[in-house]
């Protein structure tokens, strides 16, 4: 789709189940764009060992997402690759020398928050901080704060990148390949539709990506 009509498939997904219109288009579709991504990378329920994606969701998205980079990593701190725009949940992976042998190769960490560490610190009554083959990761604004602090190997990660948004005016197409476009301005549509209320059509609408 061209950006003209991206906007149109927003409109018409629109006009199904509503006639307010929404006034910055650009904004609900670069909503969508987000909301599809992260649809894409979410966690499969059943999976325990940290973030997997599929084949189907690295093919629609290497674009957009960097998958298993290695990182820059010193003195227990990864840093933020510069083209991130968010790093993706329990993607993070840590290699030490002895590991490196083993299946897997690489193990990985938990996301965690800084309260979860302080209170592992000040009450001893807290489950151990790192379980058998488990990191953890916390985030913070000066890099990722990674859990035992080691002498790792490797440390990888996945992110989505920075991207130029969407823009009309500009003639900035969804930065995504095209077989993802119907859906994700499904996508848009759905946000605005929660945010005037009709949860119904927004529903209805994200209902016909998943059977997509």
Not at 34 to 55: C, W, Y
Not at 152 to 171: A, G, H, M
């Amino acid at each position: 789709m061209t950006a003209a009509q991206t906007v149109q498939a927003f409109k018409n997904n629109i006009d199904q189940f509503s006639t307010a219109r929404a006034n910055d288009i650009d904004y609900w579709i670069n909503e969508g764009i987000e909301a599809f991504v992260k649809d894409r990378l979410s966690p499969d329920k059943g999976n325990t060992q940290g973030f997997q994606a599929n084949q189907r969701a690295r093919d629609e998205l290497d674009e957009i997402v960097k998958f298993n980079v290695t990182g820059v990593y010193s003195n227990g701190v990864l840093e933020y690759p510069a083209l991130a725009y968010e790093i993706i949940a329990n993607s993070i992976r840590c290699q030490t020398t002895e590991q490196a042998s083993k299946q897997p190769a690489h193990i990985t960490a938990r996301a965690r928050s800084w309260d979860w560490y302080n209170s592992y610190q000040t009450d001893p009554f807290v489950k151990p901080l790192y379980k058998k083959g488990r990191l953890a990761y916390i985030e913070s604004d000066d890099g990722i704060y990674i859990f035992p602090n080691l002498d790792y190997d490797e440390v990888l990660l996945s992110y989505i990148k920075n991207w130029t948004p969407f823009n009309l005016d500009n003639d900035d197409p969804i930065p995504l390949k095209a077989k993802t476009h119907s859906e994700i301005a499904r996508w848009a549509a759905a946000k605005y539709l929660f945010s005037i209320g009709n949860n119904d059509g927004a529903k209805t609408l994200l209902m016909q990506n998943a059977f997509e």
